[in-house]
């Protein structure tokens, strides 16, 4: 079946700088990518999401770029705020299936 | 748009009890939801699609005898944790997906604590 792996399984970064963050899939027919945060305790918020048919998409301090010849796609987070920590995960779905695959998550912090 | 509530948001039962948990779709329609379950810092784990007026579709090594699902409209799916154990504390979350909506798109409920003692 269709795997998602996610790295790093953690990240640290002084507020400001960028964190990035990289998922790749199994399944070549993929075709929804979105990104999760979750906070403690809470439920995970759609941040972001790309489908196959592009190769970047940007929403203020957020992006998403996909590789879909390498199969991997990846979060960007510029500009970093200490309300940004929490755990990031990223998922696919398959073309006419369902259901979501999750990565592993990062958890990012943020440092003052 | 797309809010989905999730009943009760913690609960604590006893071992060998049941305990019915409520996913509803407050201002969409949901002919597919979906339940996870999520251990401290772990990912989430699909236990079951969920389709409006079918069975669902159970991952493999979820037991559909212990874990009930019923979708009986097109808001509202609950799932039975029949006979718990403590090893089934965990946080259980639903989402849904708009039919509206772009393929793939799901909402997240807000989670349902489990603790069985």
């Known amino acids: 079946g269709e795997n998602v792996e996610q790295h790093p399984s953690t990240l640290s970064v002084q507020e400001g700088d960028s964190a990035v963050i990289k998922c790749t899939y199994s399944d070549s027919a993929s075709n929804y990518f979105p990104w999760y945060k979750q906070e403690l305790g809470k439920r995970p918020q759609l941040i972001i999401d790309i489908r196959s048919n592009v190769g970047e998409k940007k929403d203020q301090r957020i992006a998403v770029t996909l590789n879909k010849t390498a199969k991997h796609f990846s979060l960007h987070i510029t500009e970093t705020q200490p309300e940004d920590s929490a755990v990031y995960f990223c998922a696919d779905t398959v073309q006419g299936a369902q259901k979501l695959v999750f990565g592993q998550g990062t958890r990012l912090t943020i440092n003052p | 748009g797309a809010v989905v509530s999730q009943h009760p948001s913690w609960v604590i039962c006893k071992s060998g009890t049941s305990v019915k948990i409520e996913c509803r779709s407050l201002d969409f329609q949901a002919t597919t939801m979906f339940w996870y379950r999520q251990f401290p810092k772990q990912s989430l784990m699909l236990m079951a699609t969920?389709?409006?007026?079918?069975?669902?579709?159970?991952e493999q090594g979820v037991e559909k005898d212990k874990f009930l699902i019923n979708h009986a409209s097109l808001t509202l799916s609950t799932l039975t944790v029949t006979s718990a154990h403590p090893e089934d504390s965990s946080f259980y979350i639903c989402?849904?997906?708009?039919?509206?909506?772009?393929?793939?798109?799901?909402?997240f409920g807000p989670g349902t604590r489990l603790t069985v003692t």
């Open positions: 969920s389709n409006e007026g079918s069975k669902a579709t159970y």
């Open positions: 989402s849904a997906r708009d039919w509206l909506a772009g393929e793939g798109e799901q909402y």
